[in-house]
């Protein structure tokens, strides 16, 4: 059986537009890990790994990161970082190897949505154990909770317009101009909301990122206020994100 090159996984596993996907593509895939994920890719290709195992895989790393994050510590947050790091990887590298294959299903889709859904999800649970210092039901594991399930609602908000339109028997695809807000007041807030970026901050990789710098601040402090801080960001922009995207969609041409 032959063995494939990187080259040839990398042209079969990522063609033209993969990286500029849009809502689809993380910025971190673009600047670096699509750089990267072909090498793995490759490994498992000459594996014969198939695509949904190592979806399983992205879905532990990403739920693990969450459970790890809840010990507390500096050592945590920095291993749970890796992990997402990881978690993001396998999340490229699952999709380059089924491209690659000819081995793309809905049932791998699936299994790359709910395993964004889990590391969310586990982040922000593992953030608000971490925040209550042990592992009691507390004020801080309630906003955690709060948290995860906004980030959930977000996502259900997005993939529901593909489940609407495929119920409607309309296509899946979206043109870009739908996705402008009819109300030109209302598509001027969605563009500064964009360029702000601040629905990012609930978000798997930039999550563990800011989770890294706040558990340095903590180690200098010796408390946890910086930890509580992050937490009540995340609550606040879980519940405002939730409900200015679904004001978006509902505004929007997505739905028709």
Known sequence: MPRPSVAEVRAGGQPEGVKERVNEEHWAGRLYMRDISPYLS???VRLGVPPNPITYLMMACGVL????????????????????????????SDGEVARFTGRTSTAGIY????????????LLIGLGLRAQNEFAAGNWVVAGMAAALG??????????????????????????????PRSAGLGLARR???????????????????????????????????????????????A??????????????RLE
């Not at 790359?112 to 586990?122: C, K």
């Not at 529901?160 to 101009?177: C, H, I, Q, S, T």
Request: hydrophobic content about 65%; proline content about 1%; aromatic content about 4%.
């Open 65 to 92: 990161a969450g459970v790890v994050l809840a010990f507390g510590g500096l050592w945590s947050a920095l291993v749970a970082l890796l992990l997402v790091q990881v978690y993001l990887l396998l999340d490229c």
């Open 240 to 253: 405002l994100q939730a409900v200015l995207h679904l004001v978006s969609v509902l505004a929007s041409r």
């Open 192 to 238: 500064a909301a964009a360029a702000l970026r601040f629905h990012r901050v609930i978000q798997a990789v930039e999550l563990s990122l800011l989770v890294a710098a706040v558990a340095v601040v903590d180690a200098v402090r010796g408390d946890l206020l910086a930890t509580r801080a992050l937490m009540a960001v995340c609550v606040a922009v879980a």
């Open 111 to 122: 299994l790359d949505r709910i395993g964004h859904y889990l590391a969310e999800i586990a």
């Open 151 to 180: 980030a959930a609602l977000i996502k259900v908000e997005t993939d529901n317009v593909v489940v609407a339109r495929a119920k409607a028997g309309l296509p899946e695809k979206v043109a870009d101009a739908a996705l402008q």
């Open 42 to 44: 490759t490994l498992f």
